[in-house]
Each structure stands twice: as structure tokens, then as C-alpha cells.
């Protein structure tokens, strides 16, 4: 979560800045900017898919106040005030209400966008509504502008409006400019742009903005992005476990008291206040984060070392070269070196994030120099690309690959080939299995630590360790097998998770041999854009792993996707003419054109029909019948039945993955199924 800098008071700010920089409730990271925190999601369901607003008219989630001049309604006399004045998602009269207060700007506004997605996914609009609140923090120079065309949008398309720019500036989020705002706002629907554009230049929309955040200041929230869950206070791009099981309690408490007698309109003013009532003190400034004293099982493997190989204690650290709370932190490490010499050594994790272009290749940079020079060459790389941040395009890591007296030409060559990504990627991926989803984050003798913490916090820790070594050592434990032993029983990756879906009878749609020892069963909706962002992945899948993967395509239309149940069935159509060739034409076609208007509709369907040589006539004697709605209605029976509720969701082999997740992702289960079905 990102936190503003108190304005009022310098020591307040010092207190600040101390505390878990680059951090926050355990699963959260830095990036640039001084004096303020990112909290960011842990065991990411990263690209949960479905189209958040074009359906949900049909699906009855945007009321009437959709529209400019709708209905007016207010409850403010909730201590979180909302009102017909904010953008809406979902049902006025929904038992749980989430408010966000966020940031155009703030890139982990942007990453919990798809757990929100999955949050009106699970539960619909008919049990939860989303309101927006303006919070553009005074450091994003773009957020309050960008907050003030959305709010354009809204006044001139209402909700539909508003939700289609939310969405494509999220998307674009290094694009916030007064021309993509026009853009984005004719695409969301404005017709009347120089009232738009008049508005912007007047700040029509500032007030609004600045409503909000005083709201903001009276609630208490002092960072991006933060919600309240019927008044119950959950700060930063969580993971959505920790929002379902607000919501899951809230609906419980919600629904109790709408069975003894308040009325649905009135829900949330009692549940916010009740909660508002009933929540603890709020924490003083002197209070402490509380450390996590589990012990992870983390090991060093084969990765960089500074400092004893057999040292009592042993820091493991998660980080990016982009990160610059990583660069933050690094006077500290140089503390920690300075005072405990042959007592520490640190371990060098890579964990390049996503939103960071530039730390790939600067990891490539000192994997390369670590081959040329051993782990001396890659410190001495490491220090280097910290020394130069922000300056890490191409030239710049020449230029600093020469100076370290680098083979150039090989280093420029890792770079270009990815050289090294699998092992970055194997870093990554253990940094996912202990859920150090933010960087910089630590673990001391598998004790974690997260974000650009003081050398106190360490110190702290690093004591305590040494003192445990010690004793372990003076028993009789070898120096060399102390980090082993105090980690032998520590926390490891989760068990992935697991549904059974029995296959489908009779034909069915698949690529791959028909016989392959891993099947892969896949969810999906061809009006739900995230289940057409995760076909690069399938398609990577099918190039991968040739032969030995079956993939089979599973209808699941989701109720706020109006045209996706005839897209599907003019799917199933192709299949029954044109076997699986048939099929997966027709699947790409509409995934082509999925996203274009009318995109989906039945003029289009029998374009495409046409295009693949199906017999019209019949065709449309299927789409007009529905003969095919049955199938679909069993595979979407079988998604129910295990639990499957979003789009695009995969099975396999048993093993589930849950929303547009990376290609890694995949890997990981793939393989493992793999190796199960070889033994």
C-alpha cells in the first residue's frame, strides 16, 4: 500500500519513513517514491478474468442510476458516506458494500484490480457493490487529473461510462494524459467531447475529488489502494482470501439483520456503523509491526553468497534491481556486513516484478557477470546497478557492464536471449511458494522481514538468530549444517490446490493426442476478455509440451456475459460440422473479435460461419433452436458442482489454476503432473 507523507508534522514523517518501507501487513513491496508504503498481493490470482460492465446491465448490476440523471439515493449517514454522487458497481441494495478509496496512478491500485474482478465474479452483483472514491496521492503527479476525467466520464455516461475508463486507465496506466483521457472517454462512450473537454479545463470535477479525499482523511486512510468492507477497514492490494473472508462474514451478519428487520436500502448504514462501533483502537504511532515468527524453508541453493559460506546466521533477500526501496534498504545490508562480518552471509534471490521493465535485464546483467567473474563479479554488479538507479535502459547496462571490465559483447548477448531467465525464474517462483510476493523482503534464518526496514529491525532479529546458532553450535550442530537444521521443519510451498472434474462424455473438443498423460480441462467465456488475455499462454502450453497435453475446452458462460451462451453454442456448432478443426477456428475467431463492437452478436456469429464453410442453413437452425445450450449447461454443471465459479479456470490432472495466471504458473503444475503420471 502506498502511503501519503504526513504534511503537518516533519517528526511524524521520520516515524513514517522508519516504518516498513516498501511494506505493509506482511506481503508488500517498494517502489519509487520517498516516504511511502505498497502493499501488494500475496499468492496473486492475477488476471482473474471477466468483463466487469457490459453484461452486468443485463445481469441487473448497474441500476438505474447507470445513466447520467438516474435515480438520486444517499447514505451518508454511514461513517464511510457514499451516495448517488459516486461511481457504482452493482446493486444499490447489495448486503455487503465495498468501498475503494485508490489512484489512477498507483501501480497497486492497478495490481488488486483483478481480485476485484474476482470479488464480483464470486459473488455477484446482487450481494456485493463496489463503490469508487477518488484518493490521488500528492506525489502522483497524474492521479488527480486522471480522477477528474473519470469523474467526467461519470457525470456525462454515468456508471457504464465511468467503469469503462477505470478499466482502460488501469490498463494504460503509463499513458495518464489529457489526450488518452479524451480517447478513453470517447471510447467509453462520451459523445459530447467539447463539453468534456471543457470541463477538464475548467477542473469542472475537481470537487468531487477533493470530497472524496476529505472523506478519505475523516476515515482514516493514509494510503492506496485501501477499502472498507462494510465499514470493516482492509488496506492494500490484498490477495482476495483476505477479502472473501471479510465479505463471507459480512453477507453472514448482513443477512441476520435484514431477517429481523432492517430493510435492504438501509443495510449498509447499519452494518458500517455497527462495525465502525465495534472496531479495535487504532494502532499509535510507536507501535511496532508485528514480526512473523514462523520459520520458512528457503534454501540457498545454487544462488550468489556474500560472506561465509558457513556463517551462524544466514539472510535470504528477495529483490529487484528496479525496486528503489531495494536500493533503499542497501545501506542497511552495508551495516549489517560492517558489523557482523563472518557472522552473516547474505543470499542474492532475484525477483524481478512485473511492473518493472528494466529489472529483468539487469538481473540478466549480473547473472552474466557472476559467470564470468564468480560471485565477487556478481556483487560487484549488484552494487553497481543500485549505484546507477534509476538508469537501467541498454546503454546504461553497457555502459556499466564495461566499467565493471565485463565482457560487453557477452553481456549484451544474456540480455538479448534471456540468457539466465530460467533461474531468475526459479528465484521467482520460490519467492511465490513462501509468499515474499514484494520486494525487498528478507528472511533470517527463516525468520521474514519485509520491506526497506532500519538496521535496528534487523539487528533485532540477527541477535536473536546468533544467540540460537550459537547454542545449536555448542551442542554439537556443525557450523556448516546450522541454516539447514533450523529450517529443515520450516514452512514451505502450500500444496497446490486441487478440484475434481470428472471429463466430459460423449464428443467433446480437445487439441492435442487423444491419449495424453496430462489433460488439461479449461473454463471459459468468450465474452470474458481475461479468458482471451490467457490464450497466449495456451498457446505456449500447446508449444511446449507437443504430445504429451490434451486440452479440452469447457463452456462456462457467466450470467453477466449476455453473449457469450450463442457464441458458445455457434462453437459447439462448428464442432458438430467440422470436428475440432472446425472448433478451434471458430474459438479463435471469436477471441479475434471479442472485444469489437458487436463483436459477438448473431450477424457476426453467421459472418464467421460463413468464413469457416459451415452449412448455413443449418447453422442457423442451431443457433435458432438452442440444440447445443444442453452440453453447455453440463459443463457449466460440472464447474458448479467443484466449486468453479470465474472465468478462465483450469484443471489439471486434478490440479487447479484459477483466473489468467503466467505462463509459470502452468509450467509448475504441468510438470509436476507430468512426473506423477510417469512414475
Known amino acids: 500500500m502506498a502511503k501519503d507523507k504526513d504534511k503537518d508534522s516533519k517528526s511524524a514523517e521520520a516515524k513514517q519513513e522508519q ?74 441494495a447489495a448486503p455487503v458494500t465495498v468501498v475503494i478509496f485508490s489512484d489512477f496512478q498507483c501501480p497497486f491500485c492497478s495490481r488488486v484490480e483483478p481480485t476485484m474482478d474476482q470479488v464480483k465474479t464470486t459473488y455477484g452483483p446482487d450481494k456485493v457493490r463496489l463503490i469508487w472514491k477518488n484518493e490521488p496521492l500528492s506525489f502522483h503527479d497524474k492521479a488527480k487529473p486522471a480522477a477528474e476525467a473519470a469523474q467526467g466520464v461519470f457525470a456525462l455516461k454515468g456508471n457504464d461510462g465511468f467503469w469503462k475508463f477505470h478499466d482502460t486507465a488501469f490498463k494504460n496506466q503509463s499513458a495518464l494524459s489529457p489526450e488518452s483521457y479524451e480517447k478513453w472517454a470517447k471510447d467509453a462512450g462520451v459523445t459530447d467531447m467539447a463539453k468534456f473537454k471543457a470541463g477538464l479545463a475548467a477542473h469542472t470535477w475537481a470537487k468531487k475529488v477533493d470530497d472524496d479525499h476529505e472523506v478519505a482523511k475523516k476515515a482514516g486512510v493514509n494510503g492506496t489502494p485501501a477499502f472498507y468492507i462494510n465499514g470493516v477497514v482492509l488496506s492494500g492490494a490484498q490477495p482476495f482470501d483476505k477479502f472473501k473472508a471479510v465479505i463471507d462474514a459480512e453477507l453472514s451478519k448482513a443477512q441476520a439483520k435484514i431477517a429481523s428487520g432492517t430493510s435492504k436500502d438501509k443495510i449498509y448504514v447499519a452494518m458500517s456503523s455497527d462495525n465502525k462501533k465495534n472496531a479495535p483502537a487504532p494502532k499509535g504511532d510507536d507501535d511496532d509491526e508485528k514480526a512473523d515468527d514462523s520459520v520458512y524453508k528457503v534454501p540457498v541453493g545454487n544462488s550468489p553468497i556474500f560472506g561465509n559460506k558457513n556463517a551462524p546466521v544466514t539472510i535470504i533477500e528477495f529483490s529487484d534491481f528496479q525496486c528503489p526501496f531495494c536500493k533503499r534498504v542497501e545501506p542497511a545490508m552495508k551495516q549489517i556486513k560492517d558489523t557482523y562480518g563472518e557472522k552473516v552471509r547474505i543470499v542474492w534471490k532475484h525477483e524481478p516484478l512485473p511492473f518493472h521493465p528494466r529489472a529483468e535485464p539487469a538481473a540478466e546483467l549480473t547473472n552474466e557477470a557472476r559467470a564470468q567473474k564468480g560471485d565477487k563479479g556478481f556483487w560487484d554488479a549488484h552494487d553497481k546497478l543500485f549505484d546507477i538507479q534509476p538508469k537501467l535502459e541498454d546503454a546504461d547496462l553497457e555502459k556499466a557492464a564495461g566499467e565493471l571490465g565485463l565482457n560487453v559483447d557477452k553481456v549484451k548477448d544474456a540480455i538479448k536471449s534471456h540468457k539466465y531467465k530460467k533461474e531468475i525464474d526459479a528465484d521467482a517462483d520460490l519467492g511465490d511458494d513462501v509468499q515474499a510476493s514484494g520486494t525487498p523482503h528478507f528472511f533470517i534464518n527463516g525468520k521474514r522481514l519485509v520491506g526497506a526496514q532500519p538496521f535496528e529491525k534487523f539487528k533485532t532479529i540477527i541477535d536473536a538468530e546468533l544467540k540460537t546458532a550459537n547454542d545449536m553450535i555448542a551442542k554439537g550442530t556443525p557450523a556448516d549444517k546450522v541454516y539447514e537444521t533450523i529450517i529443515a521443519n520450516g514452512k514451505g510451498a502450500p500444496p497446490p490446490e486441487k478440484k475434481t472434474v470428472p471429463l466430459p462424455t460423449g464428443s467433446f473438443p480437445y487439441r492435442g493426442p487423444e491419449k495424453a498423460k496430462v489433460v488439461i480441462q479449461e473454463f471459459s467465456d468468450y465474452q470474458c476478455p481475461f479468458c482471451g488475455r490467457v490464450e497466449p499462454q495456451v498457446q505456449q502450453i500447446m508449444k511446449d509440451y507437443g504430445d504429451k497435453v490434451k486440452f479440452i475446452w469447457r463452456d462456462k458462460p457467466l450470467p453477466m456475459h449476455p453473449d457469450a451462451p450463442l457464441a458458445g453454442q455457434a462453437a459447439k456448432e462448428a464442432f458438430k460440422q467440422k470436428g475440432n478443426d472446425g472448433f478451434w477456428k471458430m474459438h479463435d475467431k471469436l477471441f479475434a473479435n471479442q472485444s469489437k463492437e458487436g463483436g459477438l452478436k448473431r450477424e457476426a456469429l453467421d459472418g464467421y460461419a460463413k468464413e469457416l464453410g459451415l452449412d448455413m442453413d443449418k447453422f442457423k437452425a442451431s443457433l435458432d433452436s438452442g440444440n447445443h445450450k444442453a452440453e453447455m449447461d453440463l459443463d457449466s454443471k460440472a464447474a458448479d458442482d467443484a466449486g468453479i465459479s470465474g472465468t478462465p479456470a483450469f484443471v489439471i490432472n486434478g490440479y487447479f489454476i484459477n483466473g489468467a495466471q503466467p505462463y509459470p504458473k502452468f509450467k509448475k503444475l504441468i510438470d509436476k503432473a507430468l512426473d506423477e503420471a510417469n512414475k
Open 19 to 92: 516504518r516498513f518501507e516498501g511494506s505493509g501487513g506482511g506481503m508488500n513491496t517498494g517502489v519509487a517514491l520517498i516516504g511511502f508504503v505498497l502493499c501488494f498481493i500475496a499468492g496473486m490470482g492475477l488476471m482473474w478474468g471477466y468483463d466487469k460492465h457490459n453484461g452486468v446491465k443485463a445481469a441487473g448490476g448497474i441500476t438505474a442510476d447507470s445513466a447520467p440523471g438516474g435515480a438520486v439515493w444517499s447514505d451518508n449517514d454511514s461513517p464511510i458516506p457514499v451516495d448517488s454522487k459516486d461511481p457504482m458497481w452493482g446493486n444499490r
